[in-house]
């Protein structure tokens, strides 16, 4: 059984910093390509950052270029999310996703972790 479990998220004032984690198991993790997306309250979910498979350092969003970095640990089935100089607008529940690089329609979903940056 595929699980996706995020860490990490919590309060923090703005300016500050947090690293969100995410462990996959059930999959073979290195086919995969891995995304954190977000959705605040009365929006849309969007994808904050992508690293496809056979790459350790992913692109991340135009909103959050920067400021944010996605990585992932093969040997360990996790990806992070390394969250800086954080803003209110960066309020929102994170979300890691997993997408099969073959087969599109094998795609999963963590069940999120909330970050709220607020003074």
């Known amino acids: 059984q595929v699980q996706l479990v995020e860490s990490g998220g919590g309060l923090v004032q703005p300016g500050g910093s947090l690293r969100l984690s995410c462990t996959a198991s059930g999959v073979n993790f290195d086919t995969y390509h891995m995304g954190w997306y977000r959705q605040a309250p009365g929006k849309q979910r969007e994808l904050v950052a992508r690293?496809?498979?056979?790459?350790?350092?992913?692109d991340a969003a135009d909103s959050v270029k920067g400021r944010f970095t996605m990585s992932r640990d093969n040997a360990k089935n996790m990806v992070y999310l390394q969250m800086n100089s954080l803003e209110p607008e960066d309020t929102a529940v994170y979300y890691c996703?997993?997408?099969?690089?073959?087969?599109?329609?094998?795609?999963?979903w963590g069940q999120g972790t909330e970050v709220i940056v607020s003074s």
């Open positions: 690293i496809i498979s056979g790459r350790r350092v992913g």
């Open positions: 996703n997993a997408e099969h690089n073959l087969f599109a329609s094998a795609t999963f």
